[in-house]
């Protein structure tokens, strides 16, 4: 028996295409995506709709939806690639390893079925238990992510649902699963701001509970802040910077980040930003100099023979997408598609 | 609102649409140009007998008063009377009714076991080969002209290869038909344990299904088709996969269900094929069901019975629709409890 | 320790950053316009299409050049050569008057064409007028329409025509009518239902703040608008239209011998099949399957390709 090696996810250099609808060309939605997720963190996936956030989680299961697949890389899951997995070992994975929410729960259920079924499934599938020892654990479950009057639910069909119940309901079937990872994607778009407060507080009580990691996707800085450990933001499909959670927001080194950080408008800033560099576009260059920021001409940058971005370490577990030049120096550039 | 206004509604609203049919039917035979009279009085009469043949109509009397004693006759069940037959128009179709039945009840059953497969499959293998080739025959199918194929049929199968028996009925002329309990020759064959027949009828049945039932197959592969992918690529069978279920039970306990209700949408369109197409088939095979009589009728200029097919067949319809409807409620549950 | 303005060059913008040195992923063509393109387009359309659009196209290159290719006349009967199997004198046969099968196939093409597109524009037309205008001003007219709609619809649309046609009688013109009414509901509904979605449109609202009268909007913005998808229905109408047209004529409720229809020539030809003579009924039935089949493929085609915009 190998050792299990130390972080629970890793993926190398993941690149998804989709094909257009003649299937000749492809286009890239995940770029060259690295990160990793250790066991028992929580870490926060962040960047703008179309980023391929999504897209880099559904890998970490093989849920790539036909025709889109992958292309390059590897993901792995303990120590197991996925890519490439049949069905059969694939269903191991899903749900054991690792299992998703996601975004609008009440589509995610199946609304022919009652949440009783539902969540009682789950336990006869994942916990080997008969019908009715699955009944009495689904009702105990549905108390246990908070829902008063779990009979009166469990006897209900989806659509009759609130959306926080519903994302209670999916939490629950989650945790009946056991798995190592939860991977949120965007649990509370759509929610009230009290029920989003309360689905965190479920997520992160779970988390305590079970020492499971959990792969938070959201593009909200303010729930990074409060609940992640590390975060990776997300550009255009490509992994741009990388940092314990204090690090990034003390000192962020990637223009997106910057740009993406500025419209928290924090007063506390540890350098100065000056209204002009606030403008910066994600496709300007800039080259450290101490702590200022200066754009560069084409020229100078372009004679500096730049190759493609590489993640680049700039601090304690703190990686950069930059061009790497010749003088050693990293030139930190943005994403450009 | 609750299932039980829900259905009061359909039933109300369908009522409203039957009369709303017999109006039209009546509309289409008086007030289209075409001189009633000339019909059934023939082209020789004379003027006296010209108007007795008016008056015995009630043209004589005002529009609102035809539509009026129309309806009611309707009502009553009073169709007109077949010029050929001299019976009823009503005792004509209830008679041939059965054989229709029978017939599209068959093609029905080859169309949906034969396309909702194929539609399936199709959708669980999407873009391979097999999605391709089966949309082609789902195209062929719904453009293939119904009486010429059944023409086809009869020459390949009865005509060269002689597998087929003679396409002039229901059973050999030679013998006779099983107790009538449904009017089914099959059914009742079978239940009476009449094996010459119940061998023979099918042999009867097997060719103007087979017609009637390729044309009809293509809606039933389109939409389970669709449903099929919709389902597949719907957030919950997503969510169900990623929670680790397989393929088989994903289909089993969420994709079927979810299919079933379009399948019923499928089987309201098909049921409109079937009550159209039946009087391009059975004429062909000589079926003696209603659209046979309806050919019959046509050809003689028998008037009453064409009206009177119809009419039968829009009511025939408009039931099946409401019984769809009531389906729909009961596998919804999102209908159901509003 | 604020940063002074001086410092700082001004950002490049993105427009004036070089491409990208990343190399697509997996290699994809590269569209190349100009005269080389529509080649590419052919290509990337799908086989069915194309199989359609040849259908249509033969369809209608014997419409139109048939009688100068077909060396007989279609009407005028040979009783020295009746039911004579195809040859190379006669490429379908003749019928049972002597007359040549491909001349008749060839002149039916004709009328076959002209009463689908015949059908097709009046139900187009007049469901569109209706439709829209329904769909657009709403009200009780409105919900008395769509009533009388649903009552059509309640009747199977080939029943209904032959109930029509029963009543009016053989004529052409007839047929045309009874299939048009039988038609009509389905494009009555079709545009109404885009129409109630446009109705809330941006820009009917926004047309109406410049000042434009009602039936201007009604008439320039929206009806444009809601039309794509009565287009696509109006292609698959076309061959619904011949095949059941063929279907009355066959039934002897539509059109008449000795004019040559499809349906016409098939039904000619059913007594002759059991005696083994089966060409006189297949070849006309066979050019049904074709054109209806083109109609059709070209139809799904114009319905992917109005989904693309």
């Known amino acids: 028996m190998t050792s299990r090696p130390s972080a629970l996810i890793s993926i190398h250099n993941l690149t998804i295409a989709f094909p257009d609808e003649t299937g000749e060309r492809f286009t890239p939605v995940v770029k060259d995506v690295s990160l990793t997720v250790g066991r028992h963190e929580i870490l926060g996936l962040v960047g703008e709709s179309g980023s391929g956030k999504t897209q880099t989680a559904l890998a970490i299961l093989a849920l790539t939806r036909p025709p889109g697949r992958v292309v390059g890389g590897s993901v792995l899951v303990d120590g197991e690639d996925v890519v490439g997995m049949d069905e059969a070992e694939l269903r191991r994975v899903r749900g054991k390893k690792a299992a998703m929410i996601f975004q609008s729960p009440r589509t995610s259920l199946n609304p022919l079925m009652t949440i009783g079924d539902q969540i009682g499934r789950v336990y006869q599938r994942h916990r080997g238990l008969g019908k009715s020892a699955a009944r009495t654990a689904s009702l105990a479950m549905l108390r246990r992510v908070g829902i008063a009057g779990p009979e009166r639910v469990a006897a209900s069909y989806p659509h009759q649902l609130s959306g926080g119940m519903a994302q209670r309901v999916m939490i629950g079937m989650m945790v009946a699963c056991g798995p190592e990872l939860l991977i949120a994607d965007e649990p509370t778009t759509g929610l009230d701001v009290t029920i989003q407060a309360q689905i965190f507080d479920l997520i992160q009580e779970v988390q305590a509970e079970t020492g499971m990691s959990v792969l938070l996707i959201t593009h909200d800085l303010g729930v990074v802040a409060e609940t992640c450990h590390r975060v990776a933001v997300m550009q255009a499909g490509r992994v741009v910077e990388i940092a314990p959670v204090a690090e990034l927001f003390a000192r962020p080194r990637h223009p997106y980040t910057i740009r993406l950080l500025g419209a928290l408008l924090r007063p506390d800033q540890p350098f100065d930003l000056t209204r002009e560099t606030m403008q910066v576009s994600p496709e300007t260059v800039l080259e450290i100099e101490g702590r200022h920021y200066r754009a560069v001409s084409v020229d100078s940058w372009a004679a500096k023979g730049v190759s493609t971005p590489e993640l680049v370490e700039v601090g304690p577990e703190h990686v950069v997408l930059c061009h790497v030049t010749e003088v050693g120096a990293p030139i930190v550039a943005g994403a450009s598609t | 609102m609750s299932l039980g206004r829900y259905l009061l509604r359909r039933l109300a609203w369908s009522v409203v649409t039957l009369f709303g049919v017999i109006v039209t039917v009546f509309v289409v035979t008086r007030v289209l140009p075409g001189d009633p009279v000339l019909v059934k009085a023939g082209a020789y009469a004379t003027p006296e007998i010209r108007e007795a043949i008016s008056k015995q109509l009630g043209l004589d009397k005002p529009f609102l008063v035809q539509l009026i004693t129309y309806v009611g006759d309707v009502l009553r069940g009073d169709l007109g009377e077949s010029i050929r037959s001299g019976h009823p128009v009503r005792e004509d179709l209830s008679n041939r009714l059965p054989a229709t039945i029978e017939l599209a009840l068959a093609a029905l059953f080859f169309a949906g076991t034969s396309g909702i497969p194929l539609g399936i499959w199709a959708a669980v293998r999407r873009g391979s080969w097999i999605d391709g080739v089966v949309h082609q025959v789902a195209i062929v199918g719904a453009a293939t002209p119904l009486f010429w194929f059944g023409l086809v049929l009869i020459y390949l199968f009865y005509h060269l290869w002689h597998i087929a028996p003679a396409p002039v009925g229901r059973l050999a002329t030679e013998l006779q038909p099983p107790r009538d309990l449904t009017g089914l020759y099959t059914v009742d064959a079978l239940v009476t344990g009449n094996w010459t027949v119940l061998r023979d009828a099918l042999a009867h049945l097997a060719l103007p299904t087979f017609a009637l039932g390729f044309v009809v197959m293509s809606p039933f592969i389109k939409m389970s088709r669709s449903a099929m992918l919709n389902v597949l690529e719907s957030d919950y069978v997503l969510a169900a996969r990623s929670l680790g279920l397989s393929d088989r039970e994903i289909v089993r306990q969420d994709a079927l269900k979810n299919a079933l209700v379009s399948l019923l949408t499928v089987t309201g369109i098909v049921l409109g094929y079937l009550l159209a197409g039946n009087v391009l088939v059975e004429t062909i095979f000589s079926w003696p069901g209603i659209g046979y009589y309806a050919w019959n009728a046509i050809t003689g200029s028998d008037y009453d019975a064409i009206n009177g097919f119809v009419l039968v067949v829009a009511i025939i319809y408009v039931v099946l629709n409401v019984v769809i409807d009531v389906a729909y409620t009961l596998i919804d549950p999102r209908i159901r409890l509003g | ?309």
């Not at chain 3, 007839?174 to 009555?188: K, L, Q, R, S």
């Not at chain 3, 909007?217 to 929206?222: A, K, N």
């Not at chain 3, 608008?225 to 066959?250: C, E, H, K, M, Y």
């Not at chain 3, 539509?254 to 059913?270: N, Q």
Request: proline letters at 6%; charged letters at 15%; hydrophobic letters at 50%.
């Open chain 3, 1 to 309: 320790m604020a940063a002074t303005a001086g410092d700082v060059n001004r950002p490049i913008s993105p427009g004036s950053l070089p491409a990208p040195t990343y190399e697509p992923i997996v290699p994809g063509e590269r569209s190349t316009p100009g005269r080389l393109g529509w080649w590419r387009r052919v290509r990337r359309t799908r086989a069915s299409a194309i199989v359609g659009f040849c259908a249509l196209g033969l369809i209608l290159f014997l419409a139109v050049a048939g009688p100068w290719i077909s060396r007989y006349d279609p009407i005028k009967p040979d009783p020295f050569n009746i039911t004579a199997s195809p040859s190379g004198a006669h490429w379908m046969g003749t019928d049972q008057y002597g007359r040549d099968v491909f001349a008749r196939v060839v002149d039916a093409a004709r009328l076959d064409l002209m009463v689908a597109v015949a059908i097709t524009a009046i139900a187009l037309t007049i469901g569109a007028v209706v439709g829209g205008l329904t769909g657009y001003f709403g009200g009780i007219v409105d919900d008395v329409v769509m009533r009388v709609v649903d009552i059509l619809l309640s009747f199977p649309a080939f029943v209904l025509a032959i109930g029509i046609t029963a009543m009016l009688g053989n004529e052409t013109k007839f047929v045309v009518i009874a299939v048009a009414i039988a038609y009509t509901p389905y494009f009555v509904r079709l545009v109404r239902s885009e129409m109630l979605s446009l109705r809330e449109a941006e820009y009917a609202a926004a047309a109406k703040c410049v000042g434009n009268r009602r039936l201007r909007i009604l008439g320039y913005h929206l009806l444009p608008n809601a039309l794509p998808p009565a287009l696509v229905q109006a292609t698959l109408t076309l061959g619904w239209g011949i095949l059941d047209t063929a279907g009355l004529s066959f039934l002897g409720v539509g059109i008449r011998p000795p004019t040559a229809e499809w349906g016409v020539l098939v039904s000619d030809g059913t007594q002759y099949i059991n005696s083994g003579q089966w060409w006189i009924s297949v070849f006309p039935g066979i050019a049904i399957l074709i054109a209806v089949l083109g109609f059709n493929l070209v139809g799904e085609w114009v319905r992917d390709a109005v989904a693309r915009r």
